[in-house]
C-alpha cells in the first residue's frame, strides 16, 4: 500500500520565496537540476536592507545530517533519506560541517546581504535528485526565517 506524507520545507531567511521554474537567465531552473525554491529580497526593499542589514543568517530548511559543506553551499540528508541542498548566490561563511546533524531553523552559514540583495536567486533550496519527491508544493510570497515555505509528498511503501 502507498502512503502519501506530506513534509514542511522552512525559509532559510527572510525575503520572497519563488519557484525555481520562475527564474529566468544563468540562476534559471533548467541551470539548477531538481525541484525547489529560491528566496530573493523583496524588489522595493533592496537598497534599504543593504544599508540597513549587513549580513543575512541561512537556517537550516529541515532537520538533516550535512553530507557537504563548501564555501558557497551545504547539503543535509533529510530523516526520509532524501538530499536537500543549500546554495548561496556567493561565497559566504559555512557554520556546519559534514558529519553533523542540524534542526529545522539552526543558523548554517552567513551571506553578505549585499550579495543576497543583488541576485536574483540570493539562496535556493533544492532537491538535487527529486526521484523521491512525488509533489513539491512552493509556497511562495514574503517569507520570514522559519516560516513555511514549501511542501513536498513523499512516496513510501508500508
Avoid: W
Avoid at 106 to 119: H, I, K, V, Y
Amino acid at each position: 500500500m502507498e502512503i502519501y506524507e506530506l513534509r514542511v520545507l522552512l525559509s532559510p531567511a527572510a525575503g520572497v520565496v519563488v519557484p525555481l521554474q520562475e527564474l529566468s537567465g544563468e540562476d534559471g531552473a533548467a541551470h539548477f537540476r531538481g525541484e525547489g525554491f529560491a528566496l530573493t529580497a523583496p524588489e522595493g526593499l533592496r537598497g534599504f536592507l543593504q544599508r540597513a542589514v549587513p549580513a543575512v543568517e541561512v537556517r537550516a530548511p529541515a532537520d538533516g545530517a550535512v553530507t557537504y559543506a563548501g564555501e558557497n553551499s551545504f547539503r543535509l540528508r533529510t530523516g526520509d533519506g532524501l538530499e536537500l541542498e543549500v546554495l548561496l548566490c556567493a561565497p559566504g561563511e559555512i557554520f556546519v560541517r559534514s558529519g553533523e546533524v542540524i534542526m529545522a531553523g539552526e543558523c548554517c552559514a552567513r551571506l553578505s546581504r549585499e550579495d543576497f540583495c543583488a541576485s536574483p536567486a540570493g539562496i535556493i533550496v533544492r532537491f538535487p535528485e527529486s526521484s523521491g519527491v512525488s509533489e513539491l508544493h512552493v509556497l511562495g510570497g514574503a517569507k520570514k526565517p522559519g516560516r513555511p515555505a514549501a511542501e513536498y509528498r513523499l512516496r513510501s511503501e508500508k
